[in-house]
């Protein structure tokens, strides 16, 4: 198993950062807050996860030990692969899924796209007795409570500075997406920020 990798950021996109590793650019596929931290030429070190499939050997990382203990432990619950692990994980700091499930806030696991009601009632009781209590090392965003993450907007906004764009065309290609977000939020549903960083992408695109 690969435990972590260290080295320059070699390049950035929506969902992968690419670490130079011993001269090779090792792909690891990270959460929007996980990628909003890394800079392109500045040494990182990413906790890591490999996943091996018949077809594919997918590397995960992420920005401590912690959160990669727990999207381990999240894979235990039935119905749960690595891609709606990292999606929890792009929702709620590691300490804030502990306290969910260990209050039974059905509701915080719905708010993660992919899961719905009966689908939380499920990982509640799955994962009741395997992620314990909250322990106090999660990301906590400036200003905010420990264990919440920080809204889509600031998690938007981290991960296009963290890409190479200027603040001021980060804000913009936020408000060009808020429409989008805001229809999210009126259906019931958390705003995916890894949907609308590719969207927010887009719209700089164009205008450049």
Same mark, same amino acid.
């Given at each position: 198993?690969i435990?972590?990798?260290?080295?320059?950021?070699?390049a950035l996109?929506?969902d992968?950062?690419?670490?130079?590793?011993?001269?090779?650019?090792?792909?690891?596929q990270?959460t /929007?807050?996980?990628l909003? !931290?890394l800079?392109?030429? @500045?040494?990182?070190? %990413?906790?890591?996860s490999? +996943? +091996?499939?018949e077809?594919?050997?997918?590397?995960?990382?992420?920005a401590?030990d912690?959160?990669?203990? *727990?999207? @381990?432990?999240?894979?235990?619950?039935?119905? *749960?692969?690595?891609?709606?692990?990292q999606?929890?994980?792009a *929702?709620?700091?590691?300490?804030? %899924?502990?306290?969910?499930?260990?209050?039974?806030?059905?509701k915080a696991?719905?708010? +993660?796209?992919g899961?719905?009601?009966?689908?939380?009632?499920?990982?509640?009781? @799955?994962l009741k007795?395997?992620?314990?209590?909250?322990?106090?090392?999660?990301?906590? /965003? !400036?200003?905010?409570?420990?264990?919440?993450?920080p809204?889509?907007? @600031?998690?938007l906004t981290?991960?296009l500075?963290g890409?190479g764009?200027a603040?001021r065309?980060?804000d913009?290609?936020?408000?060009?997406?808020?429409p989008?977000?805001e229809?999210?939020t009126?259906?019931?549903? !958390?705003?995916? +920020?890894?949907?609308l960083?590719?969207?927010?992408l887009q719209?700089?695109?164009? !205008?450049?």
């Amino acid at each position: 198993m690969i435990a972590f990798v260290s080295g320059p950021v070699a390049a950035l996109a929506p969902d992968t950062a690419v670490i130079e590793v011993g001269g090779v650019g090792m792909a690891v596929q990270c959460t /929007p807050n996980t990628l909003s !931290a890394l800079r392109v030429g @500045e040494s990182a070190r %990413l906790a890591t996860s490999l +996943v +091996v499939r018949e077809d594919s050997l997918t590397l995960y990382g992420f920005a401590d030990d912690d959160e990669r203990q *727990v999207f @381990e432990l999240l894979q235990t619950a039935s119905g *749960v692969g690595p891609r709606l692990a990292q999606a929890m994980l792009a *929702v709620h700091a590691p300490d804030a %899924l502990r306290l969910a499930v260990s209050t039974g806030d059905e509701k915080a696991l719905t708010a +993660v796209p992919g899961i719905g009601k009966k689908g939380a009632q499920r990982l509640l009781l @799955e994962l009741k007795d395997r992620l314990g209590e909250p322990v106090g090392t999660g990301r906590a /965003p !400036a200003g905010g409570p420990a264990g919440r993450a920080p809204g889509w907007r @600031e998690q938007l906004t981290a991960a296009l500075v963290g890409l190479g764009y200027a603040g001021r065309e980060a804000d913009e290609a936020v408000e060009a997406v808020a429409p989008q977000a805001e229809a999210a939020t009126a259906a019931g549903s !958390a705003p995916q +920020v890894s949907q609308l960083l590719r969207a927010a992408l887009q719209t700089l695109n164009r !205008a450049r």
